[in-house]
């Protein structure tokens, strides 16, 4: 089975911490050039001195905030490289039913989850097509599959990047570029840590005790570690996952009700 991802060059959002971190450091164990992307620049900094350059891969960054898509546009046209591989990835919108949530939180998901993948993909496509070599990856939730209570806007948004990325994998996949979704469950990561803590505010009851509800719920009893995200990325970024196209593919533990 070829895993091995030696010349390619991958765009990795989100990639200061979490899943798109973890995913960052797998694709380059794999043998990719990484370039990262997030807000925060001493935090990017920190992250590439954790990539590995054992097979002389080069790693950089590009510092951009998803809630202003111009800047984004502008950002990545300016880098002119080729990308093999492109992870979609960025914060999860903030929580609460979805009955309260005003118009702006709509527009500011549609914004950071969509506008963005949307600008990235157009930028990076063309050269994907020349090199007949695409992988694009969009980490979304298992509320594609299954709304979760309380992630009103998010369970609304992921739908939509959901179905625009079906929509791609119909259009791209004559050019060797896939586009697959990764759900991940309940992952150990910051992201995970604020969901909880809302969930004690609301409910008065202990993290501990939130932490145990959540877990029991889960066939494995557990949560993801973000490596265990980050291997299924990795394996969809590969020439093996090559006539794999168009999946939602949940690394869950087991937790979504319905195939
Ligand atoms: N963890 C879970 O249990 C879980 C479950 C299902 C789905 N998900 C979804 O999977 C995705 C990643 O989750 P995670 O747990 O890894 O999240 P996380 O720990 O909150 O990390 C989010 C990453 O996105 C970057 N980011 C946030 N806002 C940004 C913005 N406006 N512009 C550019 N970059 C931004 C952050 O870096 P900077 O702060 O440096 O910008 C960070 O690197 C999210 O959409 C999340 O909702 C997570």
Redesign the pocket.
Known sequence: MNLNLTHRNALV??????????SAIQLAELGANITL?????E??KNVIKELTTDQGQSHDYIV?????PDS?KQNISAVNKTFHILIN?????AGGPVFNASIEEFESAFT??LK?NHILVQTVVPRMKIEGYGRIIN?????VKQP?NGLGV?NTI?GAVANWSKTLANELGAFGITVNNV??????????T??IVNKTAKTGKSIEEISSTMKNEIPSKR??K?EE?ANAVAFLASEAASYINGINLPV?GGRTKSL
Do not use: M, W, Y
């Open positions: 959002c989100g990639s200061t911490q979490g899943i798109g971190k973890a992307v997030a807000r925060n620049e935090k990017l951009v905030d998803f809630q202003n984004l990835n960025t914060g999860g919108p950071q989850h963005c980490i979304i939730s298992t509320s979760l998010s992921r759900l991940p469950g309940a992952t150990a990561t910051e992201r995970l604020e969901i949560f993801a973000p995200i869950d």
